[in-house]
């Protein structure tokens, strides 16, 4: 009999799919039921045909009882059908199992010897139950009709002398059925108010989970959630790309989507600070800073992790600073510019007096001269004022070197014997504004022509694609005297150089046009002197080489 009923419980336990939470509700609270309602067929039913249940079952009228007994089993398998079917709706198959509880109920007390018995109380449990599917007044109707059932079988028995009548005890059953009925309609509105609000405060927090993952997919900041032992929990859009796209996934351990970042995040000396800290996922890849965010005041805890490129944040500066420079630049070109040329002026017209001697030629050579510099300073920072962000097209490496060589050569004083240009494969593409290339690499140029040997230069152009990187580079090399360790980390810096009559604006100005084509600039120590100036060219596509 409990395999049966397992079996028809596995059955029925299904929910409809599409159904509102209170329909959802009434039919778990009809299954409950209709489980009561079968088991106490049942045990009856076995109880009265065994001969091994309390001695009253059916002592009155044994065939009545059988017969009701043998009904209401065949009664309840129905009903289990009809809830199979969940037709009709729960409401009115609660009323029609309860108006048979209490007609079956009532019979097989009578059958059994009345209401001392105790039989009558289960009347009391199917309305306590039929309460929470019908409601309140349903249920009060109920518990009247229960009510005169029990008195109806008193008045029977009375009248035809088969025991004496016990209206007070019929009484007290009739209002234990009423307060079984309000109490029940009290506490299942009670309850069913605070179904509702959980209800809707789960939805409220499934509406909010779902606005905060589409916000953390589309945001542009990359998010990692990370355990104690490194695994990831959460890992977004944007965190994936600026990550390199690795095969990781939610539940992989973090070194396997970045070895740099695992290897940060277990050197971190404090993990409950906040820090930032900048690292290439990839040797060719951009640099990215992350952000380190302990989930809860435990040292050993969840970890979030902000990603940002920061090449986005350069872009972002630059903007501002060229901003800065365009009013500047107002200003200088207004203010000094006008003084300036009234003091060249004065100066050649000075020189070219007959009367002087050398030592007022000497002063008058030094005014020209640094009035020419600073000059020279004006012009500089009006180019950068004036720069716009060029429009990038695929430009091949080889025959577009080439012409700029030449134009090195006829019109800026460079040998030709002085310069070697290599290019391998020679149909290396990169993607540049040609204007801007052509100035950054000529400014490098330049650079090294000023700090070596002008008679002895060798200066070397190398360039196309590497097994280290998967993108092109350029090299600009010279055989000059190389820069100083404690001097390299300033050389891009504005106005900054080791020479009095230098600028220092010309590798400044190549940083900031190579940050423009978002070309990453890098100065490598050659091993047995001289310097190199890399480029490298990491917003190349491979269609873009094979355009």
């Known amino acids: 009999m409990n395999s049966w009923l397992e079996k028809l419980e596995q059955t029925i336990i299904t929910e409809p799919p599409g159904e509102e939470m209170g329909a959802v509700s009434h039919w778990r609270s009809l299954r409950l039921f209709l489980l009561y309602r079968i088991t106490l067929s049942l045990t009856l039913l076995f109880f009265f045909h065994a001969d091994s249940g309390p001695a009253f079952i059916g002592s009155t009228d044994p065939r009545l009882f059988n017969?009701?007994?043998?009904?209401?089993?065949?009664?309840?398998?129905?009903?289990?059908?009809?809830?199979?079917?969940?037709?009709?709706?729960?409401?009115?198959?609660?009323?029609?199992?309860?108006?048979?509880?209490?007609?079956?109920?009532?019979?097989?007390?009578?059958?059994?010897?009345?209401?001392?018995?105790?039989?009558?109380?289960?009347?009391?449990?199917?309305?306590?139950?039929?309460a929470l599917i019908m409601g309140g007044r349903a249920s009060l109707l109920f518990a009247a009709l229960a009510a005169l059932a029990v008195i109806t079988d008193q008045?029977?028995?009375?009248?035809?002398?088969?025991?004496?009548?016990?209206?007070?005890?019929?009484?007290?059953?009739?209002?234990?059925?009423?307060?079984?009925?309000?109490?029940?309609?009290?506490?299942?509105?009670?309850?069913?108010?605070?179904?509702?609000?959980?209800?809707?405060?789960?939805?409220?927090?499934?509406?909010?989970?779902?606005?905060?993952?589409?916000?953390?997919?589309?945001?542009?900041?990359?998010?990692?959630?990370?355990?104690?032992?490194?695994?990831?929990l959460m890992m977004n859009d944007p965190a994936w790309h600026l990550l390199g796209m690795p095969s990781a996934t939610t539940g992989s351990h973090l070194a396997k989507a970045s070895p740099e970042l695992a290897h940060i995040v277990r050197k971190r000396q404090n993990p409950k600070r906040k820090q930032k800290l900048t690292f290439r996922s990839q040797s060719q890849g951009p640099e990215l800073k992350a952000q380190f965010n302990a989930l809860s005041g435990e040292e050993a805890g969840?970890?979030?992790?902000?990603?940002?490129?920061?090449?986005?944040?350069?872009?972002?500066?630059?903007?501002?600073?060229?901003?800065?420079?365009?009013?500047?630049?107002?200003?200088?070109?207004?203010e000094i510019r006008n003084p300036l040329g009234a003091i060249s002026h004065a100066s050649q017209l000075f020189r070219e007096s007959p009367s002087l001697n050398v030592a007022d030629k000497r002063l008058t050579e030094i005014i020209t001269t640094n009035a020419?510099?600073?000059?020279?300073?004006?012009?500089?920072?009006?180019?950068?004022?004036?720069?716009?962000?060029?429009?990038?097209?695929?430009?091949?490496?080889?025959?577009?070197?080439?012409?700029?060589?030449?134009?090195?050569?006829?019109?800026?004083?460079?040998?030709?014997?002085?310069?070697?240009?290599?290019i391998?494969?020679?149909?290396?593409?990169?993607?540049?504004?040609?204007?801007?290339?052509?100035?950054?690499?000529?400014?490098?140029?330049?650079?090294?022509?000023?700090?070596?040997?002008?008679?002895?230069?060798?200066?070397?152009?190398?360039?196309?694609?590497t097994k280290e990187y998967q993108h092109p580079i350029l090299?600009?090399?010279?055989?000059?005297?190389?820069?100083?360790?404690?001097?390299?980390?300033?050389?891009?810096?504005?106005?900054?150089?080791?020479?009095?009559?230098?600028?220092?604006?010309?590798?400044?100005?190549?940083?900031?046009?190579?940050e423009t084509n978002r070309i990453r600039l890098e100065y490598i120590p050659g091993p047995t002197g001289g310097s190199c100036f890399r480029l490298h060219f990491e917003n190349w596509q491979p269609e873009k080489q094979q355009a």
Request: aromatic content about 6%; some cysteine.
């Open 155 to 232: 008045v029977h028995a009375s009248l035809s002398n088969r025991a004496s009548p016990q209206f007070i005890q019929a009484g007290f059953l009739g209002a234990v059925y009423f307060a079984t009925a309000l109490l029940t309609w009290v506490l299942s509105s009670r309850a069913r108010a605070s179904e509702r609000l959980a209800e809707k405060r789960a939805s409220e927090l499934d509406h909010m989970a779902k606005i905060n993952a589409y916000v953390i997919k589309h945001m542009q900041t990359g998010v990692l959630v990370i355990d104690a032992s490194g695994r990831i």
């Open 302 to 334: 969840d970890m979030l992790i902000f990603l940002e490129d920061t090449s986005q944040v350069t872009r972002e500066a630059q903007q501002m600073k060229l901003a800065s420079l365009g009013r500047l630049t107002a200003s200088i070109a207004h």
């Open 67 to 130: 017969i009701t007994i043998l009904t209401y089993s065949a009664l309840t398998i129905l009903s289990s059908l009809l809830f199979i079917r969940r037709s009709p709706g729960p409401e009115h198959q609660a009323y029609l199992a309860l108006f048979i509880d209490i007609l079956a109920i009532t019979l097989l007390m009578y059958a059994s010897g009345g209401i001392q018995t105790g039989l009558g109380m289960l009347i009391a449990v199917s309305i306590s139950a039929g």
């Open 424 to 465: 391998d494969p020679v149909s290396t593409k990169v993607f540049a504004d040609p204007e801007q290339l052509r100035q950054l690499v000529s400014n490098l140029c330049n650079n090294a022509r000023e700090h070596c040997d002008k008679k002895n230069l060798q200066l070397r152009i190398v360039g196309g694609m």
């Open 475 to 514: 090299d600009v090399l010279d055989n000059g005297p190389g820069i100083a360790p404690e001097v390299a980390k300033q050389i891009f810096e504005p106005f900054f150089t080791t020479r009095n009559t230098g600028t220092g604006l010309g590798l400044y100005i190549a940083k900031e046009l190579s």
């Open 372 to 422: 020419a510099r600073v000059n020279q300073v004006i012009e500089n920072v009006l180019q950068l004022s004036r720069r716009e962000p060029g429009q990038q097209v695929t430009i091949q490496l080889d025959p577009w070197l080439k012409k700029l060589t030449s134009d090195l050569i006829r019109h800026q004083g460079f040998k030709e014997e002085s310069i070697r240009l290599q």
